[in-house]
Structure formats: C-alpha cells, structure tokens
C-alpha cells in the first residue's frame, strides 16, 4: 500500500493545477496582460473599418479559407491565450517590471508588434506579401518566446503551440494571396470554363 506521501501530487503537476485555478483567482494585473494584445487589433479596426468592409468576401481568396467570422474567433481566442500566458509568466517571475522580466516579456512585446503589423498589412494595406514575410518573423519570435518562457511556466509556453498552428493557417492564407496576385493563371477556374 503507498504511503501519504505518495498519494500527493508531484510538484509539477501541483504548479499547472495552480496556474489553472489562477484563472479564478488572477490579479487585478491580469486583466490587463488579458487586454493588452486586443490593443492593437481595436486600433487597428477603428481606424480602418470602412476600407476593410467586403474586402474579405472577394472571391480571389482560397475557397479552403476560414469564414470570416471564425477567422476573427481565431485571433480573439489567440490574443487571450497569449495574454494569459503572459501573465503567467509575469507572475512567476514575481510581477512588478523588474530586470527578470526584460527579456520574457521583452520578446513578446516584440512579436506583439509584429503580430500587429501582420494584421495591418493583411487586412488594412492588403500586401500579403509583406504579411507573409512578416507573419515568417512572427513564427521565429514564437518559437523564441516558447523556448524562453518553457523554464519559467511550462503550460505559458505550451499555450502558445495554438497561435503558432494559427500563424501556420494564416502564412498559408496570405502565401496564396500574394502567389494568386502575382500569377492570375494560378487562380482557380469556376467550375465548366477553361482558361486560355
């Protein structure tokens, strides 16, 4: 039979239950780390509502393309997964913005910015390919994020494999767009007509 102290959970599995449960319990900070990466796209949308209107329903867009609205779920979810992850991270290095948390949280500023910009250039300035190349910097920042954040909080670091499959949708999307705009014989053809 396995003593008490067996029957405890290992000190790793305790810290992601903890995390888990600091959902509940989180910092009035929290809320800001929640915010913050919404920042950029309710700028973004307020200054460019009416230049992006139908935009997306242009049928150049590949026909495997999310609907729009789930694309926006996508980037909504993403952004609050990334916020979370943040602050767990801030909150294991001890809060506050001292000398520890320069770099952590330094770099996810950085691809932050960068995860604006995308946004900008896809679905303001539509230059996708200077989207994709940028979405290309953003998915090495990630990865960098990840790998930087895995010794502090390992379920920060794990939260973020979502939004590199979501860039990894959205470089595909963008690579479309700019391959369809530079070469129009590589569009799709309706259905019953032939291309000359």
Same mark, same amino acid.
């Given at each position: 039979?396995?003593?008490?102290?067996?029957? %405890? =959970?290992?000190?790793? @599995?305790?810290?992601?239950?903890?995390?888990?449960?600091?959902?509940?319990?989180?910092?009035?900070? !929290?809320?800001?780390f929640l915010a913050l990466p919404h920042l950029g796209p309710i700028l973004l949308w307020l200054l460019t509502r009416h230049r992006m209107s139908g935009w997306y329903d242009n049928p150049k867009k590949p026909p495997w393309c999310p609907p729009h609205k789930?694309? %926006?779920?996508?980037?909504? &979810?993403?952004?609050?997964?990334?916020?979370?992850?943040?602050?767990?991270?801030?909150?294991?290095?001890?809060? !506050?913005?001292?000398?520890?948390?320069?770099?952590?949280?330094?770099?996810?500023?950085?691809?932050? @910015?960068?995860?604006? #910009?995308?946004?900008?250039?896809?679905?303001? #300035?539509? &230059?996708?390919? %200077?989207?994709?190349? +940028?979405? %290309? *910097?953003?998915?090495?920042?990630?990865?960098?994020?990840?790998?930087?954040? +895995?010794?502090?909080?390992?379920?920060?670091?794990?939260?973020? *494999?979502?939004?590199?499959?979501?860039? &990894?949708? &959205?470089?595909?999307? #963008?690579?479309? *767009?700019?391959?369809?705009?530079?070469?129009?014989? +590589?569009? =799709?053809?309706?259905?019953?007509?032939?291309?000359?």
């Amino acid at each position: 039979m396995p003593s008490a102290g067996e029957w %405890l =959970p290992q000190p790793e @599995a305790r810290e992601r239950a903890e995390d888990f449960a600091s959902v509940r319990g989180m910092q009035p900070q !929290g809320t800001i780390f929640l915010a913050l990466p919404h920042l950029g796209p309710i700028l973004l949308w307020l200054l460019t509502r009416h230049r992006m209107s139908g935009w997306y329903d242009n049928p150049k867009k590949p026909p495997w393309c999310p609907p729009h609205k789930v694309l %926006l779920a996508g980037w909504i &979810t993403i952004y609050f997964v990334m916020g979370y992850a943040s602050y767990l991270v801030w909150k294991n290095l001890g809060g !506050g913005f001292g000398w520890p948390l320069a770099l952590p949280l330094g770099l996810y500023a950085v691809q932050l @910015a960068v995860s604006w #910009a995308v946004l900008i250039l896809f679905f303001a #300035a539509h &230059t996708h390919g %200077l989207a994709l190349l +940028h979405l %290309l *910097l953003l998915y090495g920042l990630v990865v960098s994020t990840a790998l930087i954040w +895995h010794p502090i909080n390992k379920l920060a670091a794990v939260l973020l *494999l979502p939004y590199l499959a979501w860039l &990894t949708v &959205t470089a595909s999307i #963008a690579y479309r *767009l700019w391959r369809d705009s530079l070469c129009p014989n +590589h569009q =799709p053809q309706p259905m019953g007509e032939k291309s000359d």
